[in-house]
């Protein structure tokens, strides 16, 4: 079953059509990743589905509801989560006050604890941080932070935009890895990412974005041995 479905959207920047006529869905359980080269419109497409642009055509519906002219504060009640380019935590806090700031759209506050308790137990390294002021973290620790902020508000869609940016190679892994755990833990997730062998190698399905349009499609497995996605976006 589709959990989200985008239907022709098109974004605008003034004459500029960024993304033209883009049209995908995701279905529940899936890591779908949208992948394509700097300047394809891959970010573009994560702000309009969470509100935080706007949409010049087309529509979105999320679990059978439209969304299209949502705004992204009440999708995030609905269950859906973006963790965006450059992680955006709060630096100035603590690990712990990261994470309980994630939680405010939970009308039920008494399963703050409880849902704590889950984050920290899928990833120990929050707790032994928890009282350290998040902006100290390293760049891998601030993900793994930005990402545990977006699941404590339990989302059934987590969007995920660019993680792997600026990390090292061993933490673009634990990165990924992660992404798997909470995935087989329910969360279905939408990844735009600009490392195209490690989003397909994870990917259920994937789409390529050249230049605002949809150009190619398949499972992640399909596309990796793909002549002409290797060439282009995996090093030949």
């Not at 300047?39 to 706007?54: C, E, Q, S, Y």
């Not at 603590?94 to 137990?121: A, C, H, P, Q, W």
Request: proline share 2%; hydrophobic share 40%.
């Amino acid at each position: 079953m589709a959990l989200l479905e985008v239907n022709n959207l098109e974004v605008s920047y003034g004459l500029i059509k960024a993304v033209k006529g883009v049209s995908f869905e995701v279905n529940e359980g899936e890591i779908v990743a949208l992948i394509g080269a700097n300047g394809a419109g891959k970010t573009t497409v994560m702000h309009a589905l969470n509100g935080l642009i706007g949409k010049s055509g087309g529509t979105v519906s999320f679990g059978g509801e439209d969304i299209t002219s949502i705004k992204a504060h009440r999708l995030v009640g609905m269950g859906m989560a973006q963790v965006p380019e450059g992680r955006r935590i709060f630096g100035e806090l603590t690990v712990y006050d990261n994470l309980k700031m994630g939680y405010y759209s939970k009308r039920d506050k008494s399963e703050f604890e409880k849902k704590l308790n889950e984050i920290y137990e899928s990833f120990p390294i929050l707790k032994e941080r928890s009282g350290q002021i998040a902006g100290t973290l390293s760049g891998g620790e601030q993900q793994m932070l930005a990402m545990s902020r977006a699941l404590m508000s339990s989302p059934k869609l987590l969007l995920l935009d660019e993680p792997s940016m600026g990390l090292s190679p061993l933490y673009v892994n634990t990165i990924f890895d992660m992404i798997k755990k909470v995935n087989s833990l329910g969360t279905t997730v939408l990844l735009v990412e600009q490392n195209a062998k490690k989003a397909l190698s994870i990917a259920s399905r994937a789409y390529v974005l050249e230049i605002g349009n949809i150009v190619k499609t398949g499972t992640g497995a399909e596309l990796l041995n793909d002549e002409d996605i290797r060439k282009a976006y995996l090093g030949g």
